[in-house]
């Protein structure tokens, strides 16, 4: 691969992500490098508005004047209901065989809350007189239903806060119990002749019962590119294609997830009219609405480093070297990725040393790597230095090397102890004495 493809930006050492070092496994003749990093937290959000502020009223005086109804009232509420959730988590890349990238949240990392507002006001209306004016300050109430949740993200299939409930009620909630007259503050202007002032004589009673129940359905994490591949349960990955041209990826994602919701909200008044023996429950509910919707969360970017190695030669050819002598050769190996480069470099023929075998760059640099050339014996020699590392465009790469040992008249023979061999010279023409050299000469 061409320097030109895998160049990247300038190396400003802008990290994404949090790096974990790579780690050098031996398995059968091969090697691996194995590697893995986390894009920083990111947090998934959204608002509902699930009722819009609105104003409601009875319309209607109740129970309505007529007869020898003395009074009617009328109430007038108004409500509305919000609720959200966020999510954070990381997204986690493995490779060499392929980039998988995971998604994982962050402990305690996920939070949700409903609200439900109301607040009244009640009239009173004089039959007789047909005045109109407010009824106690009691009646004029501002109740809430609300809850909140932590709980681990991302809500997906095998996550066991999956769903996320949330619920608060009220029962019988008493409002006001009395008189009109101790609502008016005193007589209401109505007197029967011999009985007395009347609003004495009729009693109210409020009361609410009301429930809201949500429950959070995690759906999927989305790329935002390729909407039809999504992680849809906690142990499930995606295999992404690193990038050619770059080593910083970005992944698009967004987050979706399904919502139910329920509410009910029901005033019952309850007015009873002792001298008549009269009694009337008024049961109130107030019109909300109920269902489920699709959340689409604000999408976010994950980013990822990759290393990328790059070797100027490929191959190399040395002098003819007699055995027992040696050429050397020496090429720049250079991380040009914006992660750290690690690998391991091997000879596979042991005529031809690297030197070093281990290589660790830090994004833009290099090393320089050495390669002998120590026959030992005559003929054609060829080789390959192996680079195992993270780089996941290149996780393995190759470096050709040929050589050609000539007889000389010089006499070897080979001797073989153990795995090492040696060479031991037997006869020189110019008439030196016997001299044995190893096997690393």
Not at 21 to 39: G, H, L, N, P
Not at 331 to 360: A, C, H, Q, W, Y
Not at 363 to 370: C, D, E, K, L, R
Request: aromatic content about 14%; overall charge negative.
């Amino acid at each position: 691969m061409s320097k030109m493809i895998k160049t990247i930006m300038p190396v400003l050492l802008i990290l994404f992500s949090v790096n974990v070092f790579a780690e050098i496994k031996q398995e059968s003749d091969e090697w691996r490098v194995y590697d893995e990093q986390y894009s920083e937290e990111i947090e998934f959000e959204y608002r509902d508005v699930l009722i819009e502020h609105q104003k409601w009223g009875t319309g209607d005086w109740l129970p309505g004047c007529g007869g020898l109804m003395p009074l009617s009232v009328k109430f007038n509420v108004e409500y509305g209901a919000e609720m959200g959730a966020k999510m954070k988590g990381r997204a986690h890349a493995k490779w060499p065989e392929a980039v998988k990238v995971y998604f994982e949240g962050t402990p305690n990392g996920g939070e949700a809350d409903m609200f439900y507002g109301i607040n009244m006001e009640a009239l009173w209306k004089n039959c007789y007189s047909g005045q109109e004016q407010e009824l106690s300050k009691w009646l004029n109430f501002d109740l809430s239903f609300q809850d909140y949740k932590i709980y681990e993200p991302f809500l997906l299939d095998g996550n066991v806060d999956n769903p996320v409930s949330m619920e608060d009620s009220i029962d019988h909630f008493l409002i006001y119990e009395g008189t009109l007259a101790d609502m008016v503050g005193g007589s209401c202007g109505l007197s029967i002749p011999f009985i007395g002032d009347i609003c004495s004589l009729i009693h109210f009673k409020f009361e609410l019962d009301g429930k809201m129940y949500v429950e959070i359905f995690g759906s999927r994490i989305a790329l935002d590119e390729k909407q039809g591949r999504s992680i849809f349960s906690d142990d499930q990955y995606l295999v992404i294609e690193p990038p050619l041209v770059g080593t910083i990826m970005e992944i698009p994602v967004h987050y979706e997830s399904k919502v139910y919701y329920e509410t009910i909200i029901i005033f019952t008044i309850t007015i009873r009219i002792r001298i008549l023996e009269l009694e009337f429950p008024i049961p109130i509910e107030i019109p909300i609405a109920d269902g489920d919707k699709i959340w689409t969360y604000n999408s976010q970017t994950v980013y990822f480093n990759f290393p990328a190695i790059f070797i100027d030669r490929r191959s190399h050819k040395f002098a003819d070297t007699v055995p027992g002598d040696e050429d050397y050769w020496e090429f720049e190996v250079e991380n040009i990725g914006s992660r750290p480069l690690e690998g391991k470099i091997i000879s596979d023929n042991s005529n031809f040393i690297v030197m070093p075998d281990t290589v660790n760059l830090d994004p833009g640099g290099s090393t320089t790597v050495t390669v002998f050339f120590k026959p030992y014996d005559v003929g054609t020699k060829k080789g390959t230095i192996k680079f195992y590392s993270n780089d996941p465009v290149e996780p393995y790469t190759t470096v050709s090397l040929f050589g050609y040992s000539s007889e000389s008249d010089t006499q070897w023979t080979k001797v073989i102890e153990g795995d090492e061999p040696r060479w031991e010279v037997v006869s020189k023409g110019n008439g030196c004495s016997v001299s044995v050299i190893g096997g690393e000469q």
